[in-house]
């Protein structure tokens, strides 16, 4: 029989960053890999990677929600009560009712039970709405970590980072990374005078380093003008103005706005270079993307993509201004024989362990190994 597996999310909109492009590319390689997937989102701006799915064999499933703050919906909890044999339920995210909800159902259908928090459980993003989250975490989101059989980490930094939450249940955590979709090798094209667009593609929030970046910008500008900066993502309404401002006041800064499905590749393609100079991540989408299209990394430590690194893949930096510029010109410097190996160092990375197709079978013999040792239990 097939594995059947259950993905409950609160959301898979346009502005929700890499969630919204790796959990239906995990649902779509799973299928492939021989898995009955189901994905159950609260319907709302949904990205086009979840309508992407068409045809694809995964059972997509969108419920409204009554309530906008917890996206609490009684129809994907009436939908889930008459599912019949479930063998695995996977959990994403933390902190609003879909997540609960996950852990309740995989109890009532004696399912394994894994959450994966996206990076919600790394001290960086615990410092955002703190008071919020220590309440959610006091009524239920300790409930779900307790009860989960396994919690996903994304790399070995993540796992570490997490520790300290977690606990006693830190035993529980199983490191599987993200996957990407090789792009063409020869992307990251390299104009004659050593310069190019230097690309930033994520949500533009506080958490990203991107006021850091443009302080930075406004001294390496006038250095290298072969050099441009792209800034590409929703804006975070928080640092909007500011952002806004500084991207207009300095040379050769160009703010995008979010940009959707193929319109992503089309900018790796066209960069030179990619940065994410993040204060804490559990390991980016985009920096695999990235990778995945030939481009070399200008990131940082909290990104916590340790063997991009180690891969010789990326050049590790401070978030901050006085960092990013000491780091950035160090780059800017290197010859495009040199930046253009590290993005080879990076793409070969990708390929040799990162394709979906091998993550999709990374976790189908992570929930059977986990049944069984359920079972035992």
């Known amino acids: 029989m097939k594995l059947r597996i259950i993905h409950i999310v609160a959301g898979l909109w346009k502005d929700t960053g890499g969630p919204a492009e790796v959990i239906?590319?995990?649902?779509r390689a799973q299928v492939e890999a021989g898995a009955e997937v189901t994905l159950c989102s609260i319907d709302g701006d949904t990205a086009p990677q979840v309508a992407a799915l068409e045809g694809s064999g995964v059972d997509v499933r969108l419920f409204p929600a009554i309530d906008g703050t917890l996206r609490y919906s009684p129809a994907m909890a009436r939908f889930l009560k008459s599912l019949g044999h479930v063998d695995v339920i996977h959990n994403h995210g933390h902190w609003l009712w879909p997540n609960w909800y996950a852990c309740t159902m995989a109890r009532r259908?004696?399912?394994?039970?894994?959450?994966?928090p996206h990076g919600t459980l790394v001290p960086g993003m615990l410092a955002r709405s703190t008071?919020?989250?220590?309440i959610a975490w006091t009524l239920f989101d300790r409930h779900l970590v307790a009860r989960a059989h396994v919690i996903h980490a994304l790399s070995s930094a993540e796992h570490d980072s997490m520790t300290s939450k977690l606990g006693q249940h830190a035993k529980k955590v199983q490191i599987v990374p993200n996957g990407a979709?090789?792009?063409e090798k020869n992307a990251g094209q390299y104009t004659a005078d050593s310069g190019g667009v230097l690309l930033?593609?994520?949500?533009?929030?506080?958490?990203?380093?991107?006021t850091q970046l443009l302080a930075a910008w406004e001294t390496?500008?006038?250095?290298?003008?072969?050099w441009s900066l792209r800034i590409v993502g929703p804006l975070a309404p928080e640092i909007a103005g500011k952002v806004t401002s500084l991207s207009q006041s300095l040379d050769r800064v160009e703010l995008v706005g979010p940009i959707y499905a193929d319109e992503r590749w089309e900018e790796y393609r066209s960069a030179a270079a990619f940065v994410l100079p993040t204060f804490g991540e559990g390991l980016p989408t985009v920096l695999l993307e990235a990778s995945a299209h030939c481009l070399p990394i200008i990131t940082t430590q909290e990104a916590n993509f340790n063997e991009l690194f180690e891969a010789g893949g990326s050049i590790l930096t401070s978030p901050h201004a006085g960092g990013l510029e000491a780091t950035l010109t160090e780059f800017f410097n290197l010859s495009n024989e040199e930046r253009r190996a590290i993005g080879l160092r990076g793409y070969s990375l990708i390929e040799a362990q990162y394709t979906w197709g091998a993550i999709a079978k990374r976790w189908l013999s992570l929930y059977a190994k986990n049944q069984i040792s359920q079972r035992g239990n």
């Open 109 to 116: 259908k004696n399912a394994l039970l894994v959450t994966t």
């Open 131 to 134: 008071l919020k989250k220590r």
């Open 200 to 210: 930033f593609l994520s949500r533009v929030s506080p958490i990203k380093g991107v």
């Open 220 to 226: 390496l500008a006038p250095r290298f003008p072969a």
């Open 24 to 27: 239906p590319n995990l649902c």
């Open 181 to 183: 979709n090789l792009g």
